[in-house]
């Protein structure tokens, strides 16, 4: 009985040893370490986004004709409503500096209700923000001039990278659109921009 249990521990070693089971055992793949930059392949829970970038604006305020280098702006908060997809409150802004006819600066600022769709793993997006908002412009002759409250979207497209288990840091094109009424004349707003976002997800 001592010989035959023996013989089964000889065999045992000599098999563990063996070139053979050496190169099997070095080729199997290793088990990745827990890690908070490990990508994720799904978005869900709470979700807020900040971004902010450069562009050009256009406007028609007052029947003048507005145009000028601008910068957008964007504070987005809300949740994951399914995977992938966030529901989220939103204040958005676009303002235009150094334009013509006497105005120095124009802005449009607005709230609204917003959706963004990610394809997964690509970390690819879409936005799309309905809500109110209003028009004001400073100048040389009329210091600030305020429109009545209108309607103001803007839709984005945006890829992003994981920079943790949880923040990621992106690029997106934006357009932002708004009219409003200003004492009889319709103001309607145009914008533009490439703005860097970062989003906790």
Same mark, same amino acid.
């Not at 009889?184 to 921009?193: E, Q």
């Given at each position: 009985?001592?010989?035959?249990?023996?013989?089964?521990?000889?065999?045992?070693?000599?098999?563990?040893?063996?070139?053979?089971?050496?190169?099997?055992?070095?080729?199997?793949?290793?088990?990745?370490?827990?890690?908070?930059?490990?990508?994720?392949?799904?978005?869900?829970?709470?979700?807020?986004?900040?971004?902010?970038? *450069?562009?050009? /604006?256009?406007?028609?305020?007052?029947?003048?004709?507005?145009? @000028?280098? #601008? +910068?957008? =702006?964007?504070?987005?908060?809300?949740?994951?409503?399914?995977?992938?997809?966030?529901?989220?409150?939103?204040?958005?802004?676009?303002?235009?500096?150094?334009?013509?006819?006497?105005?120095?600066?124009?802005?449009?600022?607005?709230?609204?209700?917003?959706?963004?769709?990610?394809?997964?793993?690509?970390?690819?997006?879409?936005?799309?923000?309905?809500?109110?908002?209003?028009?004001?412009?400073?100048?040389?002759?009329?210091?600030?001039?305020?429109?009545?409250?209108?309607? *103001?979207?803007? /839709?984005?497209?945006?890829?992003?990278?994981?920079?943790?288990? @949880?923040? #990621? +840091?992106? =690029?997106?094109?934006?357009?932002?659109?708004?009219?409003?009424?200003?004492?009889?004349?319709?103001?309607?707003?145009?914008?533009?921009?490439?703005?860097?976002?970062?989003?906790?997800?």
């Amino acid at each position: 009985m001592m010989r035959v249990i023996g013989s089964l521990f000889i065999a045992l070693l000599l098999l563990n040893t063996s070139p053979l089971y050496a190169k099997k055992k070095a080729s199997a793949p290793a088990v990745a370490p827990d890690s908070d930059v490990i990508p994720k392949q799904q978005r869900k829970g709470f979700f807020f986004r900040l971004a902010a970038g *450069a562009g050009f /604006a256009k406007t028609k305020y007052n029947k003048h004709d507005l145009d @000028a280098a #601008s +910068l957008p =702006l964007e504070i987005s908060i809300g949740s994951g409503i399914v995977e992938n997809f966030a529901l989220h409150a939103t204040v958005f802004a676009t303002c235009g500096f150094a334009p013509q006819k006497d105005t120095t600066s124009f802005c449009l600022s607005a709230f609204g209700l917003g959706t963004t769709y990610y394809i997964m793993p690509q970390n690819v997006f879409f936005s799309l923000i309905l809500g109110l908002g209003r028009e004001t412009a400073t100048g040389n002759t009329q210091p600030f001039e305020s429109s009545n409250i209108g309607f *103001a979207m803007r /839709a984005l497209v945006g890829k992003e990278w994981w920079v943790s288990h @949880a923040w #990621s +840091l992106g =690029l997106a094109g934006a357009f932002t659109f708004g009219t409003f009424d200003n004492s009889g004349y319709t103001n309607n707003h145009f914008s533009g921009g490439l703005l860097f976002s970062a989003t906790y997800n």
